[in-house]
């Protein structure tokens, strides 16, 4: 062998030494030496000496409609390498991508935003059976339980909806990210609690929406932070059931009786901020005045018949008929409409006399009989007429005389 050919051939063992090995996974630069009509980019890779090839759906991690408008002959790439075709080493090619790239770095982007617990904002780009799929840069899933702070029945709400997300867990060789929006809101509300308890004072009168009702009230959402309106305090006139005057969603104006801020509890009241029932009751109800009433309550000395909501008068049992009766019972119920006749109005006292025989024709029978005779001299009794001043109100005896006929009921039982 001549002392050329030996140069020459040291010169290409040199040469094929020096050309680094690729290996599956590297990070590599490659130059774009064609486009193909497979959908494919032939790039050299840069210091090996050998080609790669990047499949059109690896050239970015959107789809690609057109290759020709993402790359052209000459450009530099920087790829990942996915796998080896071929065997030898200086006519080997490899599987190349961009797209792979550019995932490794937003999962490590992601990694570190973790990891400082920091949060992520991204589209809802799909609804799957348990959950939402979000477009992170890479795939993430909401399970349904982590999509809000509530039941949702139907996700569809979220679909192309851009949310803020907690990163639960992240897995990059699995290509798994879990997400919560949940948690974002959790984090909300308590800081928006955190807020209004602390200048929240009684007194205020502020708006809010009724959240949920229970039998005993209705929560009212503040804002970030739920007070409860007791059924006693919804409205001036008796309220059964919350849920026969309020619904979810309605909008209502409310007083603040308190807050506690220890127990985090706030009490609130929706009547306080409506008119007082007695106000103006002098003009509503004037005397002689002729209303419809409903009877609310009976008892042995008459009938308290409410007239205006959350505005009740006395029916004196001497009241209520022209004909004697024993107990208002024998001629009324609750929850009667009656005609009443006003006889007297107190406003300080919150108080009405009321008539119900005053709009009723006086008997013919009904005239009094005149008194017998008698030697002994006659009791002083106070009696009942239409003409009485009291007649319409509670007397200390009515009081007294109701206490005593209980006391002797129950001491004969």
Known sequence: MSENNSNENNDLLNALNSIDTVNVGDVVKGEVLAVDDDKQVIVGIEGTGVEGVVPQKELAAKPVDDIKDVVKVGDKLDLVVISKIGNDKEGGSYLLSVRRLEARKIWDDIQKEYEAGKTITAPVTQVVKGGLVVDAGVRGFVPASMASDHFVEDLNQFKGETLEFKIVEIEPSENRLILSHRAILETQKAAKREEIMATIKAGDVVEGTVARLTNFGAFVDLGGVDGLVHVSEIAYERVEKPSDVLKTGDKVKVKVLSVDP????????????LPEPWDGIEDKAPEGAVLEGTVKRLTSFGAFVEVFPGVEGLVHISQIAHEHIATPNDVLKTGQ???????????????????????????ASSEAAPAPKTDSKPAQTQTSSDDDDDAGFITLGDIIGDQLK????DSND
Not at 262 to 271: A, G
Not at 341 to 347: A, D, I, Q, R
Not at 406 to 409: A, I, P
């Open 262 to 273: 220890e127990k985090d509890r706030i009490s609130l009241s929706i009547k306080q901020t």
């Open 337 to 363: 409409k009656v005609q009443v006749k006003v006889l007297e109005v107190h406003p300080e006292a919150h108080r009405l006399a009321l008539s119900i025989k005053a709009l009723q024709e006086k008997p």
């Open 406 to 409: 209980n006391n002797d009921s």
